[in-house]
């Protein structure tokens, strides 16, 4: 898998997973509490914040009519214009919003919409463009995000692998020439039961690209599973305070958990290594307490060696238990004291003596 560049990071095989905190709706509007949520995300170790460029009337119709009725045990009982109106970011703030990002260090982009967010978010340079799942079947703005030959950012939430092949072919053919597809469920929150990560190496593998994941249940341990099966990137939808009550805090996470999320994160990376097995230095000290070959009484010049005077115990200075056989049988050539570590040149005949040393060689 190639790695893909956003803002100072490389995302990829054996790179970090790339941590997104998503504002969307969180910020309830008030634009000093988006700055404090970019700061606190900062400071809990996230790479970026994302935001969501759209405004109502770009990403709907202001109809009351029932097909733009909300039914959703949280978002039911108004239009989806009502709810848009409530959770869009204002678009004046979305200068100022990416220069405190450059401030803080931390990456900056959002989802688009339309053509003109994408307008938008190209005249502040933003690093990449985001699709959500909902515009995957957006292919005419697919193809528009694609010919920035900007990194594009897919989620696959709702779709079926046709449609994201659709998505994929389109977006490649329009000049996208790195894509990371969205491991993604749609449901508001999302379940366990339906997650179905075992789906991320194989969208990998189908989809030619790397793979992350758009978590929308409660917790953080969905993403540390997707990890483990090889997202590089994890979204995640973030609130300052679960007291904020926002079109998306009921399934959002607080500054504590994105901090144990990242926290967590590194520690599973640290512990994925590499595909072939290693032994640690700190491992190697811990071989002197294996078992292995010991006289376990006194034996004398010419006894035989048998299961009654050795044994396999602890510790590891003699020769490996599977000798054992090696040896039953054959006559000592010299003394041996109890607690002794049986040694090849304890076996009796200078051929067999050299043929088993050849054989532990």
């Known amino acids: 898998m190639s790695k893909i560049r956003i803002g100072n990071k490389q995302i990829g095989d054996n790179c970090p997973a790339f941590i997104v905190a998503e504002i969307s709706a969180n910020h309830g509007q008030k634009f000093d509490r988006a700055v404090n949520m970019i700061k606190e995300a900062k400071a809990c170790g996230a790479d970026a914040v994302k935001f969501q460029t759209y405004t109502p009337d770009t990403i709907t119709l202001n109809s009351s009519n029932k097909y733009f009725q909300?039914?959703?045990?949280?978002?039911?009982?108004?239009?989806?214009?009502?709810?848009?109106?409530k959770g869009y970011t204002p678009w004046h703030w979305f200068k100022k919003l990416k220069k405190v990002c450059d401030d803080e260090g931390i990456?900056?982009?959002?989802?688009?919409f339309d053509k003109t967010s994408i307008d938008l978010l190209e005249d502040l340079n933003v690093?990449?463009?985001?699709?959500?799942?909902?515009?995957?079947?957006?292919?005419?703005?697919?193809?528009?995000?694609?010919k920035t030959k900007k990194p594009l950012i897919m989620s696959s939430g709702m779709a079926s692998e046709q449609e994201i092949e659709e998505a994929v072919k389109a977006a490649r053919e329009a000049?996208?020439?790195?894509?990371?597809?969205?491991?993604?469920v749609s449901n508001y929150p999302a379940i366990p039961e339906e997650m179905n990560l075992r789906a991320i190496p194989a969208m990998e593998e189908r989809?030619?690209?790397?793979?992350?994941?758009?978590?929308?249940?409660?917790?953080?341990?969905?993403?540390?599973?997707?990890?483990?099966?090889?997202?590089?990137?994890?979204?995640?939808?973030?609130?300052?305070?679960?007291?904020?009550?926002?079109?998306?805090?009921?399934?959002?996470?607080?500054?504590?958990?994105?901090?144990?999320?990242?926290?967590?994160?590194?520690?599973?990376?640290?512990a994925l290594g590499q595909e072939k097995n290693v032994i640690s230095q700190e491992e190697m000290k811990s071989r002197v307490f294996r078992r292995s070959l010991?006289?376990?009484?006194?034996?004398?010049?010419?006894?035989?060696?048998?299961?009654?005077?050795?044994r396999s115990i602890r510790p590891g200075h003699g020769l490996s238990p599977k000798y054992a056989d090696k040896f039953w049988g054959k006559?000592?050539?010299?003394?041996?004291?109890?607690?002794s570590p049986l040694r090849w040149d304890y076996v009796n005949g200078g051929r067999a003596r050299h043929l088993l040393a050849k054989e532990e060689r």
């Not at 997202?231 to 009921?250: C, M, N, Q, Y």
């Open 331 to 339: 006559q000592a050539i010299k003394n041996i004291k109890k607690g």
């Open 175 to 184: 000049g996208a020439k790195e894509i990371i597809l969205l491991k993604c």
């Open 107 to 112: 990456c900056f982009f959002s989802s688009a």
């Open 70 to 85: 909300v039914k959703h045990p949280k978002w039911g009982g108004q239009t989806l214009y009502q709810l848009y109106k």
């Open 207 to 270: 989809f030619k690209c790397p793979i992350g994941f758009s978590d929308h249940t409660l917790g953080v341990d969905m993403a540390l599973v997707a990890v483990t099966l090889g997202a590089v990137l994890v979204e995640k939808h973030f609130i300052l305070s679960k007291r904020h009550k926002t079109p998306d805090s009921f399934f959002s996470i607080d500054p504590h958990e994105l901090k144990t999320l990242v926290d967590h994160i590194r520690l599973v990376e640290k």
């Open 294 to 310: 010991f006289a376990v009484r006194d034996i004398k010049k010419g006894e035989k060696f048998d299961e009654n005077n050795v």
């Open 127 to 146: 690093p990449a463009h985001k699709i959500s799942s909902f515009e995957l079947v957006d292919i005419p703005l697919i193809k528009y995000a694609a």
